[in-house]
């Protein structure tokens, strides 16, 4: 994971450089990924990715207010580098349930756009989103994962793909684009009961 601030379409300055660390996670825990810490002195960010959902736990460590504005996030790839808006499945915003609520068949009108999250001083909260992603990938997965459906095979990797989701954001009154790029260093496939 990278994160970078920009503004007028240039890397901003007076940011500092973040540190970026990887979360251990208990052997038997569903996800495939590992969580990714990032933290610098405006806020930390914990993302979690399983092959199709995005979960975020973000709080804002500065003395001023942070407006994320999900709802004008913009998602490319390495395999479509055209921006395109992100809209979701299913999504939930600091605890708000988004769009249809149960069981959401995966066509194009249950998807919709994310709401902004206000984060005051200190505070922490949660997003997570289903994000189309055939518009990102041709299989539909994150990275561009392919296997083989009840094997641990690899069609493909996904190894050197990476998302980039370009986040506005509102500091104090100061508008700024976080650029978060996720890039895929490793990938397993397995095999999960319920």
Same mark, same amino acid.
């Given at each position: *994971? ?6 007028? =379409? $240039?890397? &901003?300055?007076?940011?500092? #450089?973040?540190?970026? +660390? $990887? ?10 990924? &590992? ?8 806020? +930390? ?10 979960? %975020? /736990? ?9 407006? /994320?504005?999900?709802?004008?996030? /913009?998602? +490319? ?6 921006? #395109? ?9 600091? =605890? ?13 009108? !249950? ?14 909260? %949660? ?10 990938? %041709? +299989? ?5 994962? !392919?296997? $083989? ?27 700024? #684009? *976080?650029?978060?790029?996720? #890039?895929?260093?490793? &990938?397993?496939? !397995?095999?999960?009961?319920?």
């Amino acid at each position: *994971m990278d994160i970078s601030y920009h503004s007028s =379409g $240039e890397i &901003a300055s007076g940011f500092d #450089t973040g540190k970026v +660390s $990887e979360m251990q996670k208990h052997p038997k825990s569903l996800e495939a990924f &590992a969580d990714l810490k990032y933290q610098d002195s405006l806020l +930390s960010w914990v993302i979690s990715v399983d092959n199709i959902i995005i979960d %975020n /736990l973000v709080q804002n460590l500065s003395d001023k207010l942070l407006i /994320l504005h999900w709802d004008q996030a /913009l998602l +490319s790839s390495s395999h479509q580098p055209d921006d #395109t808006l992100l809209r979701s499945y299913g999504s939930s915003v600091a =605890g708000e349930v988004l769009g249809p609520k149960g069981y959401v068949p995966k066509n194009e009108d !249950r998807l919709h756009k994310l709401i902004p999250l206000h984060l005051s001083p200190g505070q922490k909260a %949660n997003v997570d989103f289903n994000p189309k992603l055939t518009e990102l990938f %041709n +299989s539909g997965r994150l990275f561009g994962v !392919r296997y $083989e459906p009840g094997k641990t095979t690899l069609i493909e990797s996904g190894i050197g793909n990476w998302l980039l989701i370009k986040l506005p954001v509102d500091w104090g009154g100061q508008p700024l #684009t *976080m650029h978060i790029k996720l #890039t895929a260093l490793d &990938a397993k496939a !397995r095999i999960s009961y319920f």
